[in-house]
């Protein structure tokens, strides 16, 4: 079940956070619920994409991006993640997605969503790689070229070595499932050893 409630709070409360500036963060409070864990009664690992989901809606709404992309038929779209989960969110802990823009290059973004606990700990770091669809122009939106729409004239950070590896290792494995690699042609599979 999507998180339909937390999604409307957000939209509802966007306002009163300001507008999103890059380089800023967007910091969204939330509890673990009971329909948020799974049998260890913790959050479970879908939980975790959706809330960061939410996280990134709230960038996306707070810098204008939706608006923009509505005028101009653009659809921002994710296009891959990695999770390291580090602590358990327990049932009832309150905790807050940090959500960030961290870098760009071409035609990809990268974003990071933080679950932080009370005490200031991290429980879990997520890298996303993400772009922006343009639906009349069948082609990727340059970041700068969306910035600029937005009126920012901004120049990206390089990207940090874990961000150079997260970036290629997700172009290789697009690449491999474009190629229908992965889907046991061509693979061995599992080898009994016994």
């Excluded at 409360?13 to 963060?25: D, F, I, N, V, W």
């Excluded at 082609?139 to 009126?151: K, N, Q, W």
């Excluded at 070595?161 to 290789?172: C, I, T």
Aim: glycine content about 12%; hydrophobic content about 40%; proline content about 3%.
């Amino acid at each position: 079940m999507y998180v339909w409630f937390r999604l409307a709070r957000m939209v509802l409360t966007a306002k009163s956070r300001g507008p999103y500036r890059m380089g800023g963060e967007s910091r969204l409070a939330f509890r673990c619920l009971p329909s948020d864990i799974d049998s260890n009664l913790h959050l479970n690992n879908a939980r975790y994409m959706m809330l960061a989901d939410v996280g990134r809606i709230d960038i996306f709404l707070r810098a204008g991006l939706l608006r923009l992309a509505r005028e101009r038929g653009w659809a921002p779209m994710l296009g891959g993640l990695q999770t390291v989960f580090v602590r358990e969110i327990r049932l009832w802990r309150r905790f807050e997605v940090v959500s960030t823009v961290e870098t760009w290059q071409g035609t990809q973004v990268i974003g990071g969503h933080r679950f932080v606990l009370e005490d200031g700990r991290t429980a879990a770091q997520v890298l996303t790689t993400a772009g922006i669809y343009d639906r009349r122009g069948k082609r990727f939106v340059e970041m700068d070229e969306a910035l600029t729409a937005l009126g920012h004239d901004l120049v990206p950070r390089p990207p940090t070595e874990a961000e150079q590896v997260f970036m290629a290792s997700h172009a290789r494995l697009r690449d491999l499932a474009k190629n229908g690699a992965g889907n046991g042609e061509g693979g061995e599979g599992l080898v009994n050893n016994g």
